[in-house]
């Protein structure tokens, strides 16, 4: 099972990013954006129903990012507003698969840098 992140650059302050992320079909339940900014632990970000489509986001970004699915394209989406340089970080998708309890595959993570 695949994840391929991408969508991660430079940008400035103030400006907005979307992140994609595809898997391979059906593979799993519910699918997840995390990151990781350097001497700091993983954080989880947001979260999707794969069937649902029910959301969830993490508190420390709710009104700036928003996480969508494309279900023809088996691809998720992280969009990004209002980028401020904390939110630099190593971003990652990841899936949970029907019946377990934490995310288990994970993509190769994409570099989001902002500048200020």
């Known amino acids: 099972v695949q994840l391929q992140a991408s969508g991660g650059g430079l940008v400035q302050a103030g400006d907005s990013l979307r992140l994609s992320c595809a898997a391979s079909?059906?593979?799993?339940?519910?699918m997840g954006w995390f990151r990781q900014a350097p001497g700091k632990d993983r954080e989880f970000l947001a979260l999707i129903g794969w069937y649902s489509g029910g959301t969830e986001v993490a508190h420390s970004v709710q009104g700036r990012f928003a996480i969508s699915k494309d279900n023809a394209k088996n691809t998720i989406y992280l969009q990004m507003n209002s980028l401020q340089p904390e939110d630099a970080a190593v971003y990652y998708c990841?899936?949970?698969?029907?019946?377990?309890?934490?995310?288990?595959?994970w993509g190769q993570g994409t570099l989001v840098t902002v500048s200020s």
């Open positions: 079909r059906g593979a799993f339940s519910i």
């Open positions: 990841a899936g949970r698969r029907a019946g377990r309890s934490a995310f288990e595959h």
